[in-house]
C-alpha cells in the first residue's frame, strides 16, 4: 500500500517558523509531483506549493513566496515545506498530495485536482499568539 505521512503541526506565533514533512511509504517519489495544499475553515481549499521530484522544479502560491520553502530528499522519500514568517492567515489545515501525472515530465500543479493517487492525513497548524 503507497502512504503519505505528514509530520505533526503546531501552535506558532506570528513571525515564527515551522517544517511541515510529508514522507512517502511503499512508494518512490523520483516520478512523483509532490504538493501541499491547506484549508482554513469556511475557506475553499487552495494550493501552497509544489515540487517535481525528477527536476525540482518549485512553485509558490503568492501568498507564501518569500516565506516558505519546499524541497525533496528523495533518498528519505519526504517532502518538506518550511514555513517562516508565519501570519495568523496562514492557520489552516496542510495536507500533501503526491501524482505521477505531470510529476513523470518533471512538472508540478498548484490545482487539488492533479493529485488524485495519494493524499495525506492533514496538519493542523496554527498561528496566533
Known amino acids: 500500500q503507497v502512504h503519505l505521512v505528514e509530520s505533526a503541526g503546531g501552535l506558532v506565533q506570528p513571525g515564527g517558523s515551522l517544517r511541515l514533512s510529508c514522507a512517502a511509504s511503499?512508494?518512490?517519489?523520483?516520478?512523483?509531483?509532490v504538493g501541499w495544499f491547506r484549508q482554513a475553515p469556511g475557506k475553499e481549499s487552495e494550493g501552497v506549493a509544489c515540487?517535481?521530484?525528477?527536476?525540482?522544479?518549485?512553485k509558490y502560491d503568492d501568498s507564501v513566496k518569500g516565506r516558505f520553502t519546499i524541497s525533496v530528499d528523495s533518498a528519505k522519500k519526504t517532502v518538506y515545506l518550511q514555513m517562516n514568517n508565519l501570519k495568523p492567515e496562514d492557520t489552516a489545515s496542510y495536507s500533501c498530495?503526491?501524482?505521477?501525472?505531470?510529476?513523470?515530465?518533471?512538472?508540478?500543479?498548484?490545482?487539488?485536482?492533479?493529485?488524485?493517487?495519494?493524499w495525506g492525513q492533514g496538519s493542523q497548524v496554527t498561528v496566533s499568539e
Open positions: 498530495a503526491a501524482d505521477q501525472g505531470v510529476g513523470r515530465i518533471g512538472s508540478c500543479l498548484l490545482d487539488r485536482w492533479g493529485y488524485l493517487e495519494v
Open positions: 511503499g512508494f518512490s517519489l523520483d516520478n512523483y509531483a
Open positions: 515540487i517535481a521530484a525528477k527536476s525540482g522544479l518549485t
